[in-house]
């Protein structure tokens, strides 16, 4: 038995279980392993520095898997001007079929995207932005709660509201994001009205995930109260890992400082050099709540098919049991 919604449909996948873009992270053996584990990866189109090296990374995802998988584009204030038509020409040309944009509307990429025949899921965190996004014509939308990693919006609203909220204003098919790691956070989603869970933080914690045993290890130990949200004070809000960085970003935030007083402590170069060194303290690192719900570090298939199976014994032996 497989748990069968819109969003398996639509990607034509086993289980409703998707892996967002991740900078850093979303590249072609993470998005492989968790695309032939049945569920859907997808790569991060900045992660890779230019746009023929995204083309180059989707065919070498493609000598890796053969099953569905898409490219993220996200789009945010960054320090350095990013190239962003040329990142989707490069999808277009790479004959992707699925595309995940975040960041900002993904209407101006609309025309090319339709064009070729690609599936737009719009990833936000408001359901006004929701609306919008099936209004300029997306396929589905992910909505990412407070809880999530990286960028939850201005408004801070979890996804116990979020996520019903969304599914009683949006017709399309909808992906729960941010808190999720297990396999009561899937039923709880399809519950609230989702057909499927967007997963970030949990996939670092796995065998093929590119990132330093040192995160890995620190993702287990660490508890719900091991998150904080910089960049408040400039209304790009990101959930990052609390370490020493984050809270000297918050200090100097509190004490009036802008952009400009924190680059030196945020900047992506430093972020890279430190983690790739597996010093955790060293730089800023995206992290979500969900750290309270990871106790292990197993490969992608194993925690794949460990959440669909928990899933249908809960709904099945659980739920049912409780309906007199
Ligand atoms: C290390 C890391 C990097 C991320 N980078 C991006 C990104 O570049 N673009 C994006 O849309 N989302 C990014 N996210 C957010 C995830 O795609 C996803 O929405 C989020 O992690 C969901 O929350 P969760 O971590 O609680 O599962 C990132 C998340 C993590 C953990």
Same mark, same amino acid.
């Given at each position: 038995?497989?748990?069968?919604?819109?969003i398996t449909e639509l990607f034509g996948i086993d289980h409703p279980i998707v892996m967002?873009?991740?900078?850093?992270?979303?590249?072609?053996?993470?998005?492989?392993?968790?695309?032939?584990?049945?569920?859907?990866?997808?790569?991060?189109?900045?992660?890779?520095?230019?746009?023929?090296?995204?083309?180059?990374?989707?065919?070498?995802?493609?000598?890796?898997?053969?099953?569905?998988? &898409?490219?993220?584009?996200?789009?945010?204030?960054?320090l350095k001007p990013v190239p962003y038509d040329d990142y989707v020409a490069a999808v277009?040309?790479?004959?992707?079929?699925?595309?995940?944009?975040?960041?900002?509307?993904? =209407?101006?990429?609309?025309?090319?995207?339709?064009? !070729?025949?690609?599936?737009?899921?719009?990833?936000?965190?408001?359901?006004?932005?929701?609306?919008?996004?099936?209004?300029? &014509?997306?396929?589905?939308?992910?909505?990412?709660?407070?809880?999530?990693?990286?960028?939850?919006?201005?408004?801070?609203?979890p996804g116990l509201v979020l996520v019903p909220a969304t599914a009683d204003q949006v017709?399309?098919?909808?992906?729960?994001?941010?808190?999720?790691?297990?396999?009561?956070?899937?039923?709880? !989603?399809?519950?609230? &009205?989702? +057909?499927?869970?967007?997963?970030?933080?949990?996939?670092?914690?796995?065998?093929?995930?590119?990132?330093?045993?040192?995160?890995?290890?620190?993702?287990? =130990?660490?508890?719900?109260? +091991?998150?904080?949200?910089?960049?408040?004070?400039?209304?790009?809000?990101?959930?990052?890992?609390?370490?020493?960085?984050?809270?000297?970003?918050?200090?100097?935030?509190? =004490?009036?400082?802008?952009?400009?007083?924190?680059?030196?402590?945020?900047?992506?170069?430093?972020?890279?050099?430190?983690?790739?060194?597996?010093?955790?303290?060293?730089?800023?690192?995206?992290?979500?709540?969900?750290?309270?719900?990871?106790?292990?570090?197993?490969?992608?298939?194993?925690?794949?098919?460990?959440?669909?199976?928990?899933?249908?014994?809960?709904?099945?032996?659980?739920?049912?049991?409780?309906? !007199?």
């Amino acid at each position: 038995m497989t748990i069968k919604t819109r969003i398996t449909e639509l990607f034509g996948i086993d289980h409703p279980i998707v892996m967002g873009g991740m900078q850093g992270v979303g590249r072609a053996e993470l998005v492989a392993a968790v695309s032939n584990a049945g569920a859907i990866g997808f790569l991060t189109a900045l992660t890779q520095p230019t746009p023929e090296a995204l083309y180059d990374e989707v065919q070498k995802t493609r000598e890796l898997t053969d099953k569905p998988f &898409g490219v993220n584009i996200t789009v945010l204030p960054t320090l350095k001007p990013v190239p962003y038509d040329d990142y989707v020409a490069a999808v277009v040309e790479a004959d992707v079929s699925f595309v995940e944009t975040a960041g900002r509307s993904p =209407e101006p990429f609309m025309p090319a995207f339709k064009k !070729a025949g690609i599936k737009v899921i719009h990833k936000c965190t408001s359901v006004r932005h929701s609306i919008k996004a099936q209004k300029v &014509g997306c396929d589905a939308v992910s909505i990412d709660g407070f809880e999530c990693a990286g960028h939850p919006g201005e408004d801070d609203i979890p996804g116990l509201v979020l996520v019903p909220a969304t599914a009683d204003q949006v017709d399309l098919p909808l992906i729960a994001s941010g808190g999720y790691g297990d396999a009561r956070g899937l039923v709880a !989603a399809l519950s609230l &009205g989702a +057909d499927a869970i967007n997963m970030g933080t949990r996939f670092l914690a796995t065998q093929e995930a590119g990132v330093h045993e040192n995160m890995k290890s620190k993702l287990v =130990e660490s508890s719900e109260r +091991d998150t904080a949200l910089i960049f408040r004070s400039m209304r790009n809000t990101a959930r990052v890992f609390k370490n020493e960085i984050a809270e000297e970003v918050m200090k100097i935030e509190a =004490e009036g400082g802008t952009i400009k007083d924190v680059a030196h402590l945020v900047s992506g170069e430093r972020g890279r050099k430190a983690m790739a060194a597996g010093d955790l303290d060293g730089g800023i690192w995206t992290a979500g709540m969900v750290t309270a719900l990871i106790h292990d570090v197993p490969t992608v298939a194993e925690l794949i098919s460990r959440i669909s199976a928990e899933a249908q014994q809960l709904i099945e032996k659980r739920l049912s049991s409780m309906v !007199a």
